[in-house]
T-cell receptor, first 111, second 111 residues
Framework: NAGVTQTPKFQVLKTGQSMTLQCAQD?????MSWYRQDPGMGLRLIHY???????DQGEVPNGYNVSRSTTEDFPLRLLSAAPSQTSVYFC??????????FGSGTRLTVV | RKEVEQDPGPFNVPEGATVAFNCTYS??????FFWYRQDCRKEPKLLMS???SGNEDGRFTAQLNRASQYISLLIRDSKLSDSATYLC????????????FGGGTRVLVKP
């Protein structure tokens, strides 16, 4: 039981590049979310999903896309990376009414 | 006004002492509440859920005051290992288990 697995752990992108942050969970959780954490800003919700095939926007969705084709996977796509997207990204999953389990994070730098 | 507000601290606590801090939330429809712990450059980890009647887990006690819309965390007999940032988390159940995080309260336990 690996919990929530995020890859890669570190990434450096050039402005304008695109990439996908991977997230997988093996706990059969229906809810999954992506957060970004910036110094002094706390955790902010980017996108979340209540089940396979269902996604919705969070607080800061611009510049990111998600899809949820399976219960296990919830990738986050950066369409055209910008320096403002330099951050630590956390994926998390949960069952209804319970707290989220977080992955170990992806540290992204956009230069 | 932020949906979930916390005193950022730091709370400097002598080892063995008791420390308590609060978190206020703005949405009276909030259904469930959690405290998370986050160590530097690590993912948030669930510390405890917060129940209406209050609950205790070892040296940690959480309280909920729905009338005044705040939750509290008390740490007794502080250990050096309790040094961390404590995140207050609120869930609007109707919003599909979408969690809103406070900015965190930093606690430093010193010998």
């Amino acid at each position: 039981n690996a919990g929530v697995t995020q890859t890669p752990k570190f990434q450096v992108l050039k402005t304008g590049q695109s990439m996908t942050l991977q997230c997988a969970q093996d706990m059969n959780h229906e809810y999954m979310s992506w957060y970004r954490q910036d110094p002094g800003m706390g955790l902010r919700l980017i996108h979340y999903s209540v089940g396979a095939g269902i996604t919705d926007q969070g607080e800061v969705p611009n510049g990111y896309n998600v899809s949820r084709s399976t219960t296990e996977d919830f990738p986050l796509r950066l369409l055209s990376a910008a320096p403002s997207q330099t951050s630590v990204y956390f994926c998390a999953s949960s069952r209804q009414g319970t707290g989220y389990t977080f992955g170990s994070g992806t540290r992204l730098t956009v230069v | 006004r932020k949906e979930v507000e916390q005193d950022p601290g730091p709370f400097n606590v002598p080892e063995g002492a008791t420390v308590a801090f609060n978190c206020t939330y703005s949405n009276s429809a909030s259904q469930s509440f959690f405290w998370y712990r986050q160590d530097c450059r690590k993912e948030p980890k669930l510390l405890m859920s917060v129940y209406s009647s209050g609950n205790e887990d070892g040296r940690f006690t959480a309280q909920l005051n729905r009338a005044s819309q705040y939750i509290s965390l008390l740490i007794r007999d502080s250990k050096l290992s309790d040094s961390a940032t404590y995140l207050c988390v609120v869930n609007l159940m109707a919003a599909g288990n979408k969690l809103t995080f406070g900015g965190g309260t930093r606690v430093l336990v010193k010998p």
